[in-house]
């Protein structure tokens, strides 16, 4: 290998030729983090957003605590007032009249109910009582009986009176079983009470509610005063619907 003397150099150099410096180019791009294929985030957006998850966040949260709250003060009602179901009897019932000629029937039904509400704390408002009679199924009479205020513990009787003569559609097995009845000396006569009810807690009442009470009786014919077989009070069924 000859011998190679750059000029650059004091002295001269004995060895491999040394390679011209290579040239370096830069290419413009964009700015950013990550090398050059970064890209730059818009404050604004990033701002917009987080307010936007923070409105979201506290708007769950609120909800959340409203209803929390709201349960534990209904578990605190029901722990401090206990509602028990109001009781309904029908006491006493007179059936004088139920004489079916032809399609129509004429009846004479008088019937005596207790009302006992056992709540210490809760007063009943009966804003609307409408009675309902039912003979296999076919209504014959309805009444409207007067609304009242029922104190915490305390027992009220009601009147409902039917008395009169209406249209009453029966088919060959529901006329069959009124043969029957008027064989026995005692029909099947449904009673159902349809109320408007508000209850009162201390000073406070609440919105009207819509219970339905039924019911279902086996009333003796009483002729002259007497009946062939004696009525037996019955305690009604209650449905808050």
């Not at 002295?11 to 011209?20: C, E, F, L, V």
């Not at 004429?106 to 408002?125: D, E, Q, S, V």
């Not at 003979?135 to 029922?150: A, D, I, K, M, N």
């Not at 009470?213 to 009070?233: F, Q």
């Amino acid at each position: 290998m000859g011998e190679t003397k750059q000029p650059h150099l004091n002295g001269a150099y004995y060895g491999p030729s040394i390679p011209p410096p290579s040239k370096s180019y830069h290419r413009p791009g964009r700015r950013g983090g990550g090398g050059g294929g970064g890209c730059c985030c818009n404050p604004f957006t990033c701002c917009c957003s987080c307010i936007m998850n923070c409105i979201c966040t506290c708007i769950f949260q609120i909800i959340i605590t409203i209803l929390i709250i709201v349960g534990i003060f209904v578990f605190i009602c029901w722990l401090i007032f206990r509602p028990n179901t109001v009781k309904f009897y029908a006491t006493d019932a007179s059936l004088t009249e139920f004489n079916l000629n032809g399609t129509t029937l004429h009846y004479n039904l008088a019937l005596n109910l207790t009302i006992r509400n056992p709540n210490k704390r809760i007063g009943i408002y009966y804003d609307q009582i409408e009675a309902r009679a039912f003979y296999q199924g076919q209504r014959f009479s309805t009444v409207e009986l007067t609304p009242f205020y029922q104190d915490k513990k305390s027992t009220n009787s009601l009147n409902a009176d039917f008395k009169g003569q209406n249209l009453v559609l029966l088919g060959s097995k529901e006329t069959s079983n009124y043969n029957d009845d008027k064989e026995s000396g005692a029909f099947g006569v449904d009673v159902k009470l349809y109320l408007r009810i508000r209850l009162k807690f201390w000073f406070v009442k609440s919105t009207k509610v819509k219970p339905k009470i039924d019911c279902d009786l086996r009333i003796p014919l009483s002729s002259n005063g007497t009946a062939s077989v004696s009525y037996e009070s019955k305690r009604c069924d209650f449905d808050w619907r």
